[in-house]
C-alpha cells in the first residue's frame, strides 16, 4: 500500500477501549513514546485491533501542530510528542518541519512559514509535535 501521509509510525498497540460508537487504540512506538487514535469500533472489529498486535499510526502533516513549552494537562490535545526540529524547509507560504523524537522516529509537519518564524524555530530547538487522537489513523 502506497499513501500520500509524511507520517508512518510503527509500534504495538498498548491498550484498546471501546465506548459506545468510537473507541481509543493506544499505540507504543518503537521508541517508546505512546500515541492515542480515536476511531470507530467498527474500525477497531474489522481491523482485528488487539493489545500486543504490530500496528501503524498514521498522520497527515498538515494534521501536526509544533509547540514549544507545552506541557501535558496545558493542551486538549490527546498527543504531545517531545523531540528536537531535526530539519526546517521553508517554503513561499509554508514550513515543513521534521521533529525527531526521542525514540529516534521523525515525525513532519507543515505549517506557516509566518508560525515557523514567530516561533523563531532553528534546527536543534526542543519542541512538541501536537496531534489530535481524532487525527491519528491506524493500519495494519
Known amino acids: 500500500m502506497k499513501i ?7 509500534g504495538k498497540i498498548f491498550r484498546v477501549v ?3 460508537v468510537n473507541g481509543e487504540v493506544e499505540l507504543a512506538l518503537q521508541g517508546g513514546e505512546k500515541v492515542v487514535s480515536t476511531i470507530t469500533n467498527v474500525s477497531i472489529d474489522s481491523l482485528g ?7 501503524f499510526a498514521i498522520v497527515k502533516a498538515s494534521e501536526v501542530m509544533i509547540g514549544k513549552g507545552v506541557k501535558s494537562g496545558t493542551i486538549s490535545a490527546r498527543n504531545l510528542l517531545d523531540g528536537v526540529v531535526a530539519k526546517l524547509d521553508d517554503g513561499a507560504v509554508s514550513s515543513e518541519v521534521s521533529v525527531r523524537l526521542a525514540g529516534g522516529a521523525e515525525i513532519v509537519a507543515s ?10 524555530l532553528k534546527e536543534g530547538d526542543n519542541v512538541s ?12
Open 4 to 10: 500520500s501521509a509524511r507520517n508512518v509510525l510503527y
Open 18 to 20: 471501546k465506548g459506545a
Open 49 to 55: 485491533l488487539k493489545e500486543g498486535a504490530v500496528a
Open 111 to 120: 505549517i506557516t512559514k509566518t508560525s515557523a518564524h514567530a516561533l523563531g
Open 129 to 140: 509535535a501536537i496531534i489530535k487522537a481524532s487525527n491519528i489513523m491506524i493500519g495494519v
